[in-house]
């Protein structure tokens, strides 16, 4: 999956391990590409990448919008 373009090197590790689903959110949230708010009930997907290490590990989630993470995987 191709990384979007003008991000760290964190965020591309995020995206490297992230899996992702197509839900719909229960409460308001920040698409990670145009940072436009997603609504409740709006079908959107949902990155999830989980770090482990020592210690609890740590879930890490980030949205886009349906029809932008397409354009960003045809990309």
Known sequence: MP???KIDRLEGAFYMRAQW???RPVWPHR?????RILWPGTLAYRGRAVWTGPGTPVIEYKW???QEH????LK
């Open 3 to 5: 990384i979007p373009e």
């Open 21 to 23: 689903k197509l839900c």
């Open 31 to 35: 698409c990670a590409i145009t940072g």
């Open 64 to 66: 886009h919008a349906r």
């Open 70 to 73: 397409l354009m960003w995987q």
